[in-house]
């Protein structure tokens, strides 16, 4: 199965007066462990964990994190520990995510809102600082820099399998992935659709991580002049699904049986560049989106919300 294919626009989505093709790259078919972005995410954290010689490694996630289960998959072939702070209080019975994680010998520690918005800075890290010997801290998610320089490379890979695009579509929680993408050389044009709420000052975060990340420190006027920024694709709020796109989800997996999107990112992302063709606005003839993986998210959901229920994850009918 080739990673770069066709998708088909149904009906209702298409636009006579307008010719475009639509293509996806399935980041989710990469790689066993850290499918889609989690891998590229985590290259270089893994790397200088190693560096350091860390006796561990510990991030941040939610209940039902695509980061976190790729984190503890990855870490079963390292000498390291994992450590999984978890916004929340843990309940008696743990979400299918984090019971693969704790499966995975990651020892799991929750953590509440506010310390989970202070990340290294809250009381908890410091605390477990002082429990375990030699941390090494992933930002949530597998931000930061080194984060993105995994992405930026990941952008040269996705180009030499296809260079005949004239723009890409990626979706963005911490923006990581697309100031990776942005910074590469490789990029034709790069829009940028944010599962957030309210995250129109993402934009300028992402252009300042992808600077940072550049090759040549690329100023952020010449970035912006490749990147169109999406704010208003959220459908409700990060993790949450309108109606609407339901309805979307079911069409498109009719049209295209042998695709799938996850509940959070990808979904979202492609709802919105579909209604852009429909409505006469998407500028671009042929169009690469690119899958970042979290087909696991769907065990979030109920069995009614899952178009892809006779193959999730769970087996569950």
């Not at 893994?46 to 289960?69: V, W």
């Amino acid at each position: 199965m080739s990673i770069i294919q066709p998708l088909h626009i149904p009906a209702e989505w298409q636009n006579p007066h307008a010719s475009c093709e639509l293509f996806i790259y399935r980041g989710d078919l990469e790689h066993p462990q850290a499918p889609g972005n989690k891998w590229h995410k985590l290259k270089y954290h893994l790397r200088e964990a190693k560096r350091i010689r860390a006796r561990y490694m510990a991030t941040f996630g939610g209940p039902y994190s695509n980061h976190l289960h790729a984190f503890a998959a990855t870490l079963r072939d390292t000498e390291m520990a994992g450590i999984a702070v978890v916004r929340g209080e843990l309940q008696p019975r743990l979400t299918p995510t984090l019971y693969d994680v704790a499966n995975a010998g990651v020892s799991l520690w929750p953590c509440t809102r506010q310390d989970y918005r202070l990340a290294e800075q809250s009381e908890l890290v410091s605390y477990l600082n002082g429990q375990y010997e030699g941390i090494y801290w992933v930002p949530e998610g597998g931000g930061g820099v080194l984060g993105a320089k995994g992405c930026q490379d990941w952008a040269a890979d996705i180009d030499y399998l296809d260079s005949e695009c004239d723009a890409w579509v990626v979706s963005a929680g911490t923006g990581t992935t697309a100031a990776g993408l942005l910074a590469s050389e490789k990029i034709p044009y790069l829009h940028v659709v944010s599962a957030l709420k309210g995250a129109a000052a993402q934009a300028d975060e992402i252009l300042s991580l992808a600077s940072l990340v550049s090759e040549d420190q690329t100023n952020i006027a010449a970035l912006e002049e490749k990147m169109t920024f999406h704010s208003d694709a959220h459908e409700g709020g990060y993790a949450k699904q309108s109606q609407a796109l339901q309805q979307f989800l079911r069409l498109f997996t009719d049209a295209n049986p042998a695709q799938q999107l996850d509940p959070v990112y990808t979904c979202k992302t492609l709802f919105h560049v579909m209604n852009r063709i429909r409505d006469g606005k998407w500028p671009h003839k042929r169009t690469l989106l690119i899958h970042t993986g979290g087909l696991q998210g769907w065990r979030g959901y109920s069995a009614a919300l899952n178009p892809y229920i006779a193959s999730s994850l769970d087996g569950e009918k």
